[in-house]
């Protein structure tokens, strides 16, 4: 059976189950994993999310992150938080569900790419299209979008992203209405996953007023509908971030991304070194890493051999690539060249300031243009323009093949069983990154946040401790004022009883930021245990006037008030925290104390 384009549709759709099965077994070790990274923000620690199916008209009316924390600089992601409030709703804690609907949903999109280069091509080079998305479900550098439950938002963006070109590249061709409205529902779908699919603003031109250009009326009417979307999608998300003073586009700070503390020429140099960077990702995809933070990529100049490299690969890869466009050529080699620039430019850094520095989920979406690239390299210059099934039976396709896929195949399982939890993950990332603070930081605090707690072996618990205070040194090493890691080094110090060394660190952190309440918090700690009581209460004192609805700061003014036998004003406090907290038992207990005793002096 054929169509317009002149392919085998019953061949189609057995290439497109097969690609969807590779793709789910590629990552079915991973449905065992548990909550990891990001996913306490999205699900265990959204107190939104959490709230189930009723939350739902919630999350389409709040910011992205409100359910875990506020921030000026916020994001409007509805989607990924709409299908977490169902699955937690189905099966809440249950990590496994999240996970096989990612798997599934990353079957869907080596499909949905599948069908659109197939289209994009005329069907006349189906081998290339099957091999482009053969080798997207293959390359390792998606693992993190599909083995971490957050990055939800990079596998709904993708899906409904290529459905929605798919559908209309069906309207270009045949005109049915009901195609153009699907695939403008669809990009809307993808808008309200992620933003970033805002680079379809020069895709979708480039698509179809070049390569499906049969009827340019339909073209325009699509090019509109892409912007009429973006507006509206635009308009919705400055509406509600506006509405909770969430819309600071500018607020980047330094551990997110540390090019926020670059000058221009610094922060130029080093977007250009990253770019390169992303691009030897592509051909030699390891290693694989959680985070990029401070000082994973040391700062570049410009003259740096590296960066003016990559700069002149980069200009190589666009001139040919507008040259192309400019002479209205439908060249295949341009395509995949200029959907992957449109697309990661918006994850540089060089037109403004994003989240992070570097991560390998940027590179989802623009890897379906390296993909293009480097199924036409195997089609000019190993197998020729063969069929499929020739491609299929071919000894020396898969001599050459079956090597790398079997390589990165390898990587993809390794990888998935390395995002298993948290301590797992940051372990085996921090060896892979011995410069970066945030991740010596992050294997720190799951061994003294999660695993000292969890130990119940006193040996063991104290070697926990010890391995937790090496970590967080090493972290402070890297970066003296990161004020998260001195104070969390000074907790780490107060639970090995060490009180010198917390009091230090936790001075070190209100040096860096005055005022901290953790780190005041931390000190009042350090100052019970050393029974300097009246230190103790005059930082009690003054976080109640800085945080006046923080039960705990008026429950430890109590309690210095108890230890200075000053039995009315902790009277007072304690009363204050029960009103603040009144299921915390320990106040009501202590506030009974103080009773007794002073009954006990006024006689």
């Not at 693992?143 to 596998?155: F, G, H, M, Q, Y």
């Not at 000019?380 to 000894?395: A, F, Q, R």
């Not at 603070?437 to 130990?455: G, K, M, W």
Request: proline share 3%; with cysteine; net charge positive.
């Amino acid at each position: 059976m054929k169509t317009q384009y002149g392919f085998n549709i019953s061949l189609q759709l057995k290439l497109c189950v097969l690609l969807f099965a590779v793709s789910v077994l590629l990552y079915a070790n991973s449905i065992s994993n548990g909550y990891v990274y990001d996913d306490s923000s999205a699900i265990t620690g959204n107190v939104i999310v959490k709230k189930g199916i009723g939350a739902i008209p919630e999350i389409l009316a709040t910011p992205y992150r409100l359910g875990f924390f506020k921030t000026s600089g916020d994001l409007y992601r509805p989607l990924s938080l709409v299908m977490f409030a169902v699955e937690y709703n189905i099966l809440p804690n249950e990590a496994w569900l999240s996970h096989l609907i990612n798997i599934l949903l990353f079957g869907g999109c080596v499909v949905a790419l599948f069908l659109f280069l197939n289209k994009l091509m005329d069907g006349k080079k189906m081998t290339v299209a099957f091999m482009a998305a053969l080798f997207f479900s293959f390359h390792p550098v998606h693992t993190e979008v599909v083995a971490n439950i957050k990055s939800r938002d990079e596998l709904l963006s993708f899906f409904f992203g290529f459905l929605s070109l798919n559908m209309f590249t069906y309207y270009m061709d045949r005109g049915a209405k009901t195609k153009f409205i699907l695939g403008t529902i669809f990009l809307f779908l993808a808008f309200l996953s992620k933003e970033t699919v805002i680079s379809f603003l020069a895709v979708v031109p480039l698509i179809f007023f070049l390569y499906i250009n049969e009827n340019r009326k339909r073209a325009i009417y699509i090019t509109l509908a892409t912007v009429g979307v973006s507006v509206l999608f635009i308009s919705i998300r400055t509406y509600i971030l506006t509405k909770y003073n969430a819309n600071d586009t500018f607020s980047v700070s330094f551990f997110d991304n540390p090019l926020s503390a670059y000058d221009l020429s610094h922060r130029l140099a080093t977007t250009i070194f990253i770019l390169g960077k992303y691009l030897m990702l592509l051909l030699v995809p390891y290693p694989l890493i959680s985070d990029y933070a401070y000082n994973s990529i040391p700062v570049r100049a410009i003259g740096d051999v590296a960066v003016v490299f990559w700069l002149v690969v980069y200009l190589a890869l666009i001139f040919p690539g507008i040259y192309s466009v400019l002479k209205r050529k439908k060249n295949y080699w341009a395509f995949g060249i200029l959907f992957y620039v449109f697309t990661i430019a918006l994850f540089s850094n060089i037109v403004f300031l994003i989240g992070a520095e570097m991560a390998e989920r940027f590179l989802f979406l623009p890897s379906a243009g390296f993909c293009l690239l480097f199924a036409l390299a195997m089609e000019k210059w190993i197998t020729g323009p063969v069929t499929v099934n020739e491609i299929l039976k071919s000894t020396k396709v898969w001599a050459i093949l079956a090597p790398v896929l079997l390589i990165f195949c390898s990587i993809i399982i390794v990888r998935n069983g390395e995002w298993k939890d948290n301590l797992t993950l940051y372990k085996a990332d921090v060896v892979k990154s011995p410069d970066d603070c945030r991740l010596y930081y992050n294997v720190a605090s799951e061994l003294l946040v999660t695993s000292y707690y969890l130990e119940t072996k006193p040996t063991v618990k104290q070697q926990i401790l010890k391995d937790g205070i090496a970590a967080m040194r090493h972290s402070i090493g890297i970066y003296p004022r990161y004020k998260d890691a001195n104070a969390r080094l000074a907790y780490a110090y107060f639970l090995d009883r060490k009180y010198d060394s917390s009091e230090y660190y936790n001075l070190a952190a209100l040096e860096i930021i005055p005022n901290d309440s953790v780190a005041l918090s931390n000190l009042t700690g350090v100052y019970f245990a050393e029974h300097k009581d009246t230190a103790a209460l005059a930082i009690c004192k003054k976080m109640i006037a800085k945080y006046p609805d923080n039960y705990s700061f008026y429950f430890n003014a109590g309690v210095c008030n108890y230890y200075m036998h000053q039995y009315d004003s902790a009277i007072v406090y304690f009363q204050k925290t029960l009103q603040l907290k009144p299921d915390l038992d320990k106040a009501r207990a202590l506030m009974a104390d103080v009773d007794k005793h002073r009954g006990q002096a006024e006689k």
